[in-house]
């Protein structure tokens, strides 16, 4: 037996065309699309600035050491074509531009502050092993 | 002020050497790469499918759909690598090799499961928004 071994309906649901398939397992699922989004560094640090509060790009670019403009900016992007942050722009000169979360984004920001906390909490662990 | 203003020591902390920075914000730090680690997809699917049960290697590959054999044999390297997993070699003719959580694993498992679950409750959501 295969492990969590499909039902046929999900069998047939994941392998035939006309059936939307369902699940992070499954390789064309939208579900995997939004895991590979989530579960990647620069989104977790970026969210995780902005459940601490609204920031400039400026501010999120210099709390958040070694991510570039370039990096910073499609993040940015992406993760407010998917609804999770929007931006707020003043008519200041020049326009003075603040990211904020979204209510899935605060959501998303509980779940980056987990990975944070756990990457912290356990690293040690981790990186004085023998090799 | 910028976001989370670290202060004077942690400031020192993180650029002077001889001083060990700290935390995921800081990009020399352990706990960054720590978190690289765990904040990828493969990473996400492989333990939570460990989470399960234990699985020889080619149920791992077969139930997460799109993985490569290459791509599998360097992230259970790795996890082993980082004590989150241990393998069991059964002297049978070919060997069997089963793999297994350690409790280490067992604690990111449950991480990987609320990423997992994220992913799946809201990629409806993120999806559906127009472009």
């Known amino acids: 037996m295969t492990v969590d071994e499909p039902s046929a309906d ?3 649901a994941v392998t035939e065309p006309g059936f939307e398939c369902w699940g992070v397992y499954s390789r064309d699922c939208a579900t995997r699309r ?6 990647d560094k620069w989104t ?3 969210v995780g600035r ?3 509060r609204a920031c400039r790009f400026g501010e999120l ?3 958040i050491e070694g991510i570039s403009s370039k990096v910073l900016t499609e993040h940015l992007r992406d993760l407010e074509a998917d609804g999770l942050i929007f931006r707020t722009v003043e008519p200041t000169s020049p326009p003075s531009v603040t990211y904020e979360l979204t209510d899935l984004g605060v959501s998303l920001g509980r779940l980056a502050i987990s990975v944070k906390d756990w990457a912290e909490e356990h690293a040690d662990a981790i990186h004085r092993r023998p090799t």
């Open 61 to 63: 670019r210099r709390s």
């Open 34 to 39: 939004t895991l590979a989004r989530i579960a």
């Open 10 to 12: 999900r069998r047939r």
């Open 50 to 52: 902005l459940s601490q």
């Open 44 to 46: 977790i640090l970026i």
